[in-house]
Nanobody, 127 residues
């Protein structure tokens, strides 16, 4: 079992910057691939960034590429999401997710491929 805890969500102004953290505990052998998803009220959950801790490879959704950066600190079992140039449409509940293996690059942003989920942290972007 893997336990994931997100933190860092806040209310910020458009154009602002925010960094989210996700700490993994338990059997971290089952969290070699980690990702960030988000879901706004009334909308489907969207995969936005993923990282494979085995080699550091990453994948981003087009909606956040160039603005968001996913990174890892393996010694701390922690994954980060730095969010720059935030827009009101980025407002959502952000979830951390994990799966045991990389699987394929193409499915790194598919929610159905992830086994473990955190409780979420709210990000609100407004003036």
């Amino acid at each position: 079992q893997v336990h994931l805890v997100e933190s860092g969500g806040d209310s910020v102004m458009p154009g602002g910057t925010l960094t989210l953290s996700c700490i993994a505990s338990g059997d971290t052998d089952n969290s070699r691939c980690m990702a960030w998803f988000r879901q706004a009220p009334g909308k489907e959950r969207e995969g936005i960034a993923a990282i494979y801790t085995g080699d550091g490879s990453t994948r981003y959704a087009d909606s956040v590429k160039g603005r968001f950066t996913i990174s890892q600190d393996n010694a701390k079992n922690t994954v980060y999401l730095q969010m720059n140039s935030l827009k009101p449409e980025d407002t959502a509940m952000y979830y951390c997710a994990a799966r045991p293996t990389r699987q394929t690059w193409r499915n790194m942003l598919y929610q159905g491929t992830y086994n473990y989920w955190g409780q979420g942290t709210q990000v609100t972007v407004s003036s």
